[in-house]
């Protein structure tokens, strides 16, 4: 066999196989209780919904159109449709602002390509979307940790990110039931955010895949619609709001998009164009017509059978986990986030829950950019039942004590 | 407005939008005989097939993995059906050698992402299919004319690509029927790219986008295929085989895919991962479905459909065209590629055509990295009729003549 290693461009020695894709086999595995898979649950999958969707464009003159190459920016209807969903959460902007894309994951991907150079700065909290560090990795950045609600001031990024050879470029959150953390920025840690944007001259990305899962509390304003509440315009803002359909309706046609100023836009059209064309026609057909008819339906639907499943999961934590582990308690989303005490390690703790205990979860560590956060782990409720939630948090909590005693 | 120049990476600064985009525009227009745009005729997609594909999909228990999140190597019987396609013309591989993309154009944007450090050199045709040059001008290389028949040494590439400041990447071309050119690399040609690699020490990528479109005349073993029975083994090859649905089931669904050496396939799964996840995982199903189907049907179909268009364009051509004006003739794919005589500047042409002949045809220049053959065009047969491309090709022919009248 060849060695490639010369020939390939840095960066592409430096990528490394997901921790969480190699977890996520074990799913696969019948005899293990998962809380590990950040994947919505299939049986509550709009497939009706989409049945219809499908066969009516194949009825239809559409047929020809959904086959074709099409425009890079995205099937307009769906981004018109984007526009007043958009308007529902306070952001006002015209279908010349909608971008869509093969899933966010691939919005990550381009405003990394967008962005940042080799040696830039990125800043994300500690823990972060690991997908979004997998994204930006491969632009070759340096990471500094974003703190919504701390104090920080503007120089001490801007003297690391000199320290390390770039410019911060960009503040990468997810604001509402982020993954990992299930935690929601509050008004005055979004307020703070975009005031260090302006302070550094930098963009703001604001990753709202679980915007829409809120099971209770009160919404808070994304930051692009504060921003634009601040300045007047989407024109004048420096917030680049991305989104999903993949935790609402179905992942797989992947369908995503971002919403932000025209100048960003018309470059990550150009970039489309460069890296794939266009984002499966027929899909985006699908995805508007289903969206028109279902969405707040659906997403009840859903709210209805996480939120219970949290509720559980919030209640097995409460009567099984010794003192000195701590959680989250998530508004919305699909993920709680445990702290174990001090000494224990998730990924040791990982290994031999598998093992002993049949439960599987995602240590935390491969969430933080410095590769801190050894004694904290996720847990994913929205594949599990209530019986299953009961019966593995038991095992889990049951697992952490016995690590205890070993760690002490 | 924000300025945001200063923001963006060196890549993202030099975007430029893409003259054929804005040329297809042109389209719309139904007062324009169009040779303008490279897209497959959708009167010839076989949609009785894909609407069969999708119901079935929705009337199954594959519905819930059809909407689900999948693995980013791509849909196994997909995969699988390749390997057998792949043996038909000389490639033995196994699964583990195909790769699933979102088209063949993301599958030239990721070897560019893997190559490609700024500054090194990628080797082209002169002209070469300007979806390339856009995929990988994002990673900033320099371009070196690659001529499969030419008897330029290795050292000559090396010097002038150090003096570009990196190294020579791979070499990439088009061996059937390439857009722009529609013309075919013998097996000389072939032999002689492979033997230059190997010197060179480089991969070569080829795009086999038009590969089964062949209307008349011997098929030619692809460059994989002709290495893998010099070396043994595709594991020992540097050449990485670029396909596409595109041309043959339908675009819409964007569904491509790269063959290789395992240790290239490994790296790009981790770039997928990091990048946009995975294709559409309905969509491959459907393209799999449909591919076992009707594959070698649809190709006969598009074949006589596209090489009556060819004939009666070349017929055209030699009824129309004044003397010093040249042509190709392809023996597949969707382009004749036509040398105006000199003096005479293919974009001031399709200027004057678009005002008074109402003829659309994409000036050559666009094609040439170096920006250099000036009096050539592109005409695309795939979607015009027999009458219109007689019309049209009558119409260019007065145009060219009257155009020389002026230039002399």
């Not at 703001?204 to 300045?231: H, T």
Request: glycine share 8%; charged share 25%; aromatic share 10%.
């Amino acid at each position: 066999m060849l060695d490639w290693d010369h020939i390939f461009a840095t960066r592409s020695t430096r990528m490394r196989a997901s921790e969480i894709r190699e977890l996520l086999k074990l799913l696969e595995r019948p005899d293990i209780i998962s809380f590990a898979g950040g994947i919505p649950d299939p049986a509550l999958f709009p497939d009706a919904a989409f049945k219809d969707a499908y066969a009516e464009i194949f009825s239809s003159a559409q047929v020809n159109a959904a086959l074709q190459y099409s425009v890079s920016e995205g099937y307009k209807p769906l981004r018109e449709w984007l526009v007043g969903q958009m308007k529902k959460i306070g952001i006002e902007c015209t279908v010349d602002n909608v971008f869509i894309t093969s899933g966010s994951q691939q919005a990550l991907d381009y405003l990394g390509k967008l962005f940042l150079s080799p040696k830039d700065t990125a800043l994300v909290t500690w823990p972060t979307y690991l997908g979004a560090l997998q994204a930006f990795n491969a632009y070759e950045p340096h990471y500094d940790q974003l703190n919504p609600n701390g104090n920080r001031t503007p120089d001490t990024y801007r003297e690391q990110a000199a320290k390390n050879g770039g410019a911060v470029k960009f503040a990468y959150l997810s604001a509402d039931f982020a993954n990992p953390t299930g935690e929601t920025v509050d008004r005055q840690g979004r307020e703070k955010v975009l005031d260090l944007a302006d302070e550094l001259d930098i963009a703001v990305i604001e990753d709202g895949a679980y915007q829409s899962l809120r099971y209770n509390g009160e919404p808070v304003s994304p930051l692009l619609a504060i921003e634009i509440a601040r300045k007047g315009s989407i024109e004048n803002t420096r917030t680049i709001y991305s989104g999903s359909f993949s935790k609402t309706l179905a992942p797989g046609l992947r369908v995503g998009f971002v919403v932000a100023n025209m100048s960003v836009i018309r470059k990550l059209v150009l970039m489309k164009q460069a890296a794939d064309l266009h984002s499966s026609t027929i899909n985006q057909i699908a995805i508007a017509t289903v969206a028109e008819r279902i969405f707040d339906d659906q997403v009840a639907k859903i709210g209805a059978a996480y939120s219970a499943r949290r509720d559980a999961m919030l209640a097995a934590l409460e009567k099984y986990m010794p003192a000195g582990t701590s959680w989250t308690k998530p508004e919305g989303g699909m993920f709680i986030w445990v702290t174990l005490p001090k000494g224990l390690d998730g990924a040791q703790l990982l290994a031999r829950s598998i093992e002993t205990e049949k439960v599987a979860f995602v240590p935390g560590q491969a969430f933080f950019a410095d590769r801190s956060g050894e004694n904290t782990l996720r847990l994913s409720f929205s594949c599990a039942n209530e019986q299953m939630i009961e019966e593995g948090i038991q095992r889990l909590g049951r697992l952490i004590r016995s690590a205890e005693v070993k760690a002490a």
